[in-house]
């Protein structure tokens, strides 16, 4: 292991040169001036090499060593342990059932459908056994833990896992592998994935209609008495519940950082398998605990997924008409995806430390509107202009088209110049070939959103000028971009001038819409994607006079297009819909879910949609990861609203004009703002002396180093045993485009 080394970029300029000493990840620090290599790129790629070599090496000798201990290319018999020690849960501590996955294919390879099954340990409540099954010698292995439901109560914690993995480096002389599972301590445990081998492949979703006072259920004055209320399964299937599984009730507070009055909030939920399994019965009880009132749902009640119901309810007493059950629902289906399993889960919750604030392009490298962009926002080229000015997110929206195209677009409809006459036309009647050709782009209106008229066309002839008279760094834009081995556009043939000028043409003018997937294959993978799922309000519906595709069909199309593509890159999402906040939430487990909020500037019907408190409280509920706020509603009391979110373990991003002003953006990294979406970016990056793009630490996944190695023969575990010893170094590229593995070749 002597002699391989690892070139940091340090403070100041300089270059820290590291040299292992020995296995264990101690390093010797020598450090040197940036004057002395010969340029970035080529000490970007020595320290991907040296890093490269220093981390195979080592792997490799642990390969060897777990291979001569357990014989090469043999197996070993292992069976798993797991203890669930009583009080991980406030009410009880004990699973309905657990298992183990891992990045084997003995151990499913990451998909629940494949989960290794544990038994209670005879004479046992807190002792979870497998059966003994043969694994490949050649360590280590990963795996983790998967928890479903509550014994007493099924439908509570649904689905539970740990969201870092755990490594067996060696197995025990027993071959036992032992380990603890609690939901409090130093675990680190997600829940609520909505998946058919956990509690079930759809999710029913119960609470008040938003911003209703009145409560659930209504009793008719004759019956109205001091009670409660139990939903429960209307067509029991579980022998030892004969009455019906109880849906899970949570409650939750509205958080207050003023002194606005709190207001409890109650959600009922249940899983099945099947929509029939989602039919439902509501009793009313007094305080004794008797029954007095009762009502059922039939599925065709819920059958669009999504909306509000009303039910009678029947008194059991004179069998007359007691009261009225109102709600809101809301079904989550499950995403069947093949890649949509426990594997390289970048959801990280916030944590105290040394935060890094992001900065992230609006829109790519800003909105159109903006005086002085000469790049529509939203296409390619925004978006590698972002890169080159040193973003570590891009923030764009995305639509279906009528087709089912995830596309890139902000505005639910797109605004077209046919002669003197402007129309609108809602993206879901647009197909795909259509707002990708060129035609559509030269008639699209929004080069400049606050031109009108003949203006449009005078702004768009003052932006293609700009940009012919960029031409040149446009050209090296072009070249800084593409000219990296294996990349999909990259010439067949250096030599092929007249190719890579019509290339370079098509890239630098293209104005038409991009989607989603070119998003993905077109910009540097180091790049993040801040991807924002818009969808209309009811009153936005009726304004545009068209049908929109279903919530749930939405959200599975944005992520079906994300887990193909994503690879490496880190992906984000937010919106300002609370159900497809739900939805994106509990159909995966990999990615953070974001809520965003106008915080007041804009009223809403829905009051979830109308503060930044109100925001919070949506997002806490719901275990989302954090509240992207417009920032003129919290600039001013910053001091108060960040240490709020980061004591409820939420990121806390802001969005809006206001970003664009130096000062502002100084006084919230002041306030550990976690991240500032901004159309300025060149501009700030320039008044910051921002010289290359940095991830938060915070934002890390437990893989991310990863991103170092794309060899094939360097699998994702060596690189995890690279990332926990050299967990506390953070790297930075020299140069900002690209992401590090596009050095090899």
Not at 507 to 522: E, G, P, T
Not at 541 to 554: D, E, K, L, P
């Amino acid at each position: 292991m002597q002699g391989h080394c690892l070139w940091l970029l340090g403070d100041g300029g300089s270059v820290k040169f590291l040299k292992s000493i020995d296995l264990n990840g101690f390093f010797l620090t020598q450090t040197l001036h940036s004057s002395t290599l010969r340029e970035g790129v080529s000490a970007t790629y020595g320290m991907q090499r040296t890093y490269y070599s220093l981390m195979k090496d080592k792997s490799q000798s642990v390969e060897q060593q777990k291979a001569t201990e357990n014989g090469k290319g043999g197996s070993v018999a292992v069976s798993f342990r797991v203890n669930t020690p009583h009080g991980t849960d406030a009410s009880d501590g004990s699973f309905s059932s657990l298992g183990v996955v891992g990045n084997i294919s003995e151990l499913g390879s990451w998909n629940l459908g494949n989960l290794i099954r544990l038994k209670r340990l005879e004479g046992s409540d807190s002792v979870w056994v497998s059966e003994t099954i043969l694994l490949p010698a050649a360590l280590p292995f990963r795996y983790r833990v998967v928890a479903n439901g509550n014994r007493s109560h099924p439908n509570k914690r649904p689905l539970l896992w740990d969201v870092f993995s755990r490594h067996v480096y060696t197995i025990p002389d027993d071959g036992v592998v032992q380990c603890t599972f609690t939901l409090s301590g130093k675990d680190v445990v997600d829940s609520g994935w909505v998946h058919g081998s956990g509690a079930g492949a759809l999710q029913l979703r119960v609470e008040s209609p938003p911003g209703s006072t009145e409560p659930l259920v209504k009793l008719y004055p004759e019956y109205n008495q001091e009670h409660r209320v139990r939903l429960y399964e209307a067509r029991a299937k579980d022998a030892s519940v004969p009455g019906g599984k109880e849906f899970a009730c949570e409650v939750y507070s509205h958080v207050s950082l003023g002194d606005q009055e709190t207001k409890d909030s109650v959600m009922y939920i249940m899983n099945g398998q099947c929509m029939e399994d989602l039919e439902f019965g509501i009793d009313v009880l007094d305080s004794s605990g008797d029954v007095f009132a009762r009502g059922f749902v039939p599925v065709e009640s819920i059958i669009d997924l999504e909306g509000e119901f009303a039910v009678s309810l029947l008194s059991l007493r004179d069998y007359k008409l007691a009261g009225i059950f109102k709600a809101t629902y809301l079904v989550v289906k499950e995403l069947s995806h093949p890649k949509n399993t426990l594997c390289s889960i970048q959801r990280t919750p916030w944590t105290s430390g040394k935060q890094v604030t992001l900065d992230i392009g609006h829109r790519g490298s800003g909105a159109s509107k903006v005086q002085g962009h000469s790049v529509r926002e939203n296409t390619l080229l925004s978006f590698q202009k972002a890169a080159l000015n040193h973003s570590d997110f891009i923030e764009f929206d995305v639509h279906l088209t009528s087709d089912n195209e995830v596309v890139v677009h902000h505005d639910f409809e797109v605004t077209l110049g046919l002669g003197k006459t402007q129309i609108k036309v809602a993206l879901p009647l647009i197909r795909s070939d259509q707002v990708r050709s060129k035609d559509f782009a030269e008639r699209m209106s929004n080069p400049s959103e606050h031109h009108k008229g003949e203006a449009i066309k005078v702004e768009k002839n003052k932006r293609e000028a700009s940009l012919k008279r960029t031409m040149t760094s446009g050209e090296d834009m072009y070249r800084n971009i593409f000219y990296k081995p294996m990349h999909s556009m990259s010439p067949a043939s250096p030599s092929d001038l007249s190719h890579e000028l019509n290339q370079m043409r098509v890239f630098l003018s293209d104005d038409s819409f991009a989607s989603l997937r070119q998003a993905f294959r077109m910009t540097p993978t180091w790049l993040g994607f801040n991807i924002e799922l818009k969808y209309p309000t009811d009153e936005e519906i009726v304004a545009m006079g068209t049908r929109f595709y279903s919530r749930n069909f939405f959200v599975d199309a944005v992520l079906s297009t994300v887990l193909e593509e994503y690879g490496r890159r880190k992906v984000i999402f937010s919106t300002f819909d609370p159900a497809c906040a739900e939805l994106l939430r509990l159909k995966q487990c990999k990615f953070n879910v974001f809520f965003l909020t106008c915080g007041g500037t804009k009223v809403f019907k829905d009051p979830r949609m109308n503060s930044v408190e109100a925001a919070l409280q949506f997002a806490q509920a719901n275990k989302l990861h954090g509240v992207v706020a417009e920032i003129s509603s919290i600039v001013d009391r910053l001091d108060t609203v960040v240490p709020m979110f980061h004591q409820h373990g939420l990121y806390l991003f802001t969005y809006g004009d206001m970003n664009n002003n130096i000062q502002t953006y100084s006084k919230q990294k002041d306030a550990g703002i976690d991240a500032i979406i901004m159309d300025d970016v060149a501009r700030i990056g320039k008044q910051t002396n921002k010289t290359s793009s940095m991830l938060s630490k915070s934002m890390r996944s437990p893989s991310s180093l990863v991103e170092l190695c794309s060899d094939p023969s360097v699998s994702e575990l060596q690189l995890m045993d690279l990332d926990r010893m050299a967990s506390q170094i953070n790297i930075s590229a020299l140069s900002p485009i690209g992401s590090p593995d596009e050095f090899f070749t």
